[in-house]
Nanobody
Framework: QVQLVESGGGLVQPGGSLRLSCTAS????????IGWFRQAPGKEREGVSC????????YYADSVKGRFTISGDNDKNTVYLQMNSLKPEDTATYYC????????????????????????WGQGTQVTVSS
């Protein structure tokens, strides 16, 4: 069973930064691709960013491109989401997720950011951007 634990959320002013962490059980990152998703109240869950195992290819939603950076540390079994220039519309609960096996995605941005590609989910961490 894969376990994912998110941390790093909080309250930040517009223009500020946060770094979210997703720590996985075992050697999850060696064998699975990891995605970050978010869901705001009354809205559907949306893909934010993802990183593939091995090749480390990264994908971003247009709404966060240039502001968010995803990275992984396999030795620490942790994937990070560095969020800069935060906006009120970034307010949401952020979830990390893992695929059942390595998919790789190979340039398929929409597939990497689709929640149907993922089998395991964390409990989420709240991010609130407000002055």
């Amino acid at each position: 069973q894969v376990q994912l634990v998110e941390s790093g959320g909080g309250l930040v002013q517009p223009g500020g930064s946060l770094r979210l962490s997703c720590t996985a059980s075992g050697r999850t990152l060696d064998y699975r691709d990891i995605g970050w998703f978010r869901q705001a109240p009354g809205k559907e869950r949306e893909g934010v960013s993802c990183i593939t195992s091995g090749s480390g290819d990264t994908y971003y939603a247009d709404s966060v491109k240039g502001r968010f950076t995803i990275s992984g540390d396999n030795d620490k079994n942790t994937v990070y989401l560095q969020m800069n220039s935060l906006k009120p519309e970034d307010t949401a609960t952020y979830y990390c997720a893992a695929t059942a096996t390595i998919i790789g995605f190979r340039g398929r941005n929409s597939a990497c950011l689709h929640d149907g590609s993922y089998s395991y989910w964390g409990q989420g961490t709240q991010v609130t951007v407000s002055s």
